[in-house]
C-alpha cells in the first residue's frame, strides 16, 4: 500500500486532491491530509510516507526545505511540487537538483498531476528491482561480521548480570552500534515458508536480504542490529537514533519518553512495508511482532520469548503475521462455538494484528489469536460489514486509514482483502454509492447542489461536479433539470 501525504496551507486544494486520487481507478494508495507545514513534519515523524504532493512555498517552511527533512527521515520517498507561474523557474530548478519527481501547476489538469503521481508509483517500483537487490546482496553476505554480534547480544538477553561497564566494552569490541546504557524496542521476525528447492545457502541469502530490506527503512531515523537466532527466525534490537546521531526532528529537544513513543508507532508502517517488499521483491513471506515498550538490556529475555510465542510454531505454510504488542485493550466479541483458539502465553497486555484472518484478543495475562474454521465466510462477512458501513457513512470519513480502524486490520491487508473478495478496488465501490446516492438526491428540488455534495461526502461543491459530470458526462444541475423538466 502507498502512503500519499498532500501538503497545503489552502484547504480547499489539499480536500481536491484528496478527493481526486481517491476516485482515480487502479491506484491502490492510502491518502493523508496536512493543512500547513507542521502538520506535514508531524504526519512524516509518525508514520511512513511514499510520496508527498506539497505546495512549494508555505508559511514558515518552503517546500524545498520539507523535502530536505523529508529525505532524511524516509530517503525512497518521491516528492511532487504544486506550483504557481511565479514559481516555475524555482520549480524547475528545484527538480535539477534533485530527489523531486515533478512539478504541477496548480491550474493544469487534473490528470496532469494523475499522470505525476503514475510516475512516481513507477520510481518507487525501479528503486525496489529485485534483481538489483539480489546482485547487490550476493556480493556483500560474505563480508558480513554477524557471528560474534550475535553471540554478544544472545549473551546480554540470556545472562542479566552483565555488569553495565564490561556490557559497553563488549558491544565496542563486537562492533555494535547501539548504547550499552540505554533501553533497546525488541522486533522479532519469521520466515513462514520457504519455498521447495530453496537449499541452506539461499536461505541464508533471503535471511539477509530481509535484514539488508528492514535495516534501509530503519536506518533514517534509528540505530539497530539485527541477528539470525534460529533456522528461520531474526531478532533486532533498536534504539532512537540514525543518521547524523539523531532523529530526523531534533531528538535532543524532546522528551526521551517522547522519542521512545515516536519511534514506536513508525516502527509499524516501517515493518508493514518491509513485509510488503519482501513479499514483492524477494517472494518471501515474512511475519513480525513489535515489542510493546523499550526494554532494559538485563530484563530482555522474558518480552523476547513473549514475542517469539506471538509468531506461533513454524507451521506449513503459515499465513503473514504483523502483531504490534500494546498495552491498549481493545475487547473484541467472544469466540463463537465453532472458533478454534491458541493461547500464547506472555505478559499482560493484547497484540495489534493484521493477518490473513486472524483476529487478536484479550484473555486476561495472555494473547488469545482465534481463527475461524470458515476463512473464506468470515472475510466474507468483513466485507458485507464494510459496505453496510459505507452506505451508512457515505456523508462521512470513508478514507482507507479510517475504514481500517472500523474493521480492525491493517489498511493493506483491508484493500488486498477487499480487492480479492470482490474484484473491484474499494474507492471504486465507495464512488460508485457516492454518485448512485447522488442521482437519488437530486431528484428532490428542495437540496441544493451543494447539500446533495455535502451529505455524499464532498466538501465543496465544485469537487461534487467534478467528480460527477466525470461519471455521467454532465453536470449535477445537468442532470436535475433532464430529470426534473426532461430537458
Known sequence: MTQVLIVDDEP??????????????????????????????????????????????????TGIELQDRIVRSWPRCKVIFLTGYNDFDYAR?????????????????????????????????QVESREKYMAELKSELYVQQSSLRSAVLLNQMLDPLVAGGDRSDLFTGAGIALTADKPALLVVARIDEWKDGTDEADRSLLLYACQNVAEEYLRPSADFVSLVFDANRLLWFIQPGGEGGETPWSAADRPEEEVWANL????????????????????????FA?????????????????LNALLGEDTEGARSLLIQDSDTIRPQAAPSDSTATREVPGQQGTAKLASDARLGQEQGTGTTICQDQSEEAQQHRLVVRLNGYIQDHL???????????????????????????????????????????ARSLLAEPALRIQDVASRIGYEAAPQFNRSFKKRYKMTPQEYRDRLLYGE
Not at 397 to 412: A, I, N, Q
Request: charged residues 25%; aromatic residues 6%.
Open 264 to 287: 514506536r508507532s513508525r516502527l509499524y508502517g516501517v515493518m508493514e512495508v518491509v513485509q510488503d517488499t519482501c513479499r514483492r521483491m524477494l517472494r518471501l513471506s515474512v511475519s
Open 290 to 306: 513489535i515489542g510493546r515498550a523499550p526494554v532494559p538490556w538485563n530484563g530482555m529475555s522474558a518480552p523476547f520469548r513473549h
Open 12 to 61: 480547499i486544494i489539499v480536500n481536491s486532491i484528496h478527493q481526486l486520487l481517491s476516485e482515480t481507478e487502479r491506484m491502490d494508495l492510502t491518502l493523508h491530509r496536512a493543512y500547513n507545514v507542521y502538520e506535514a513534519l508531524d504526519c512524516l515523524q509518525r508514520m511512513r510516507i511514499d510520496i508527498v504532493i506539497s505546495d512549494i512555498r508555505m508559511p514558515g517552511v
Open 93 to 125: 530548478q528545484a527538480i535539477r537538483s534533485g530527489g523531486i519527481v515533478d512539478y504541477v501547476l496548480k491550474n493544469e489538469d487534473d490528470q496532469v498531476l494523475i499522470d505525476a503521481v503514475r510516475k512516481a508509483l513507477e520510481q518507487l517500483e
Open 395 to 437: 456523508h462521512g470519513d470513508l478514507s482507507l486509514t479510517r475504514l481500517s480502524e472500523v474493521v480492525h486490520h491493517s489498511p493493506t491487508y483491508l484493500s488486498r482483502l477487499y480487492k480479492r473478495m470482490t474484484g473491484r478496488m474499494l474507492s471504486d465501490y465507495i464512488t460508485d454509492e457516492r454518485m448512485e446516492r
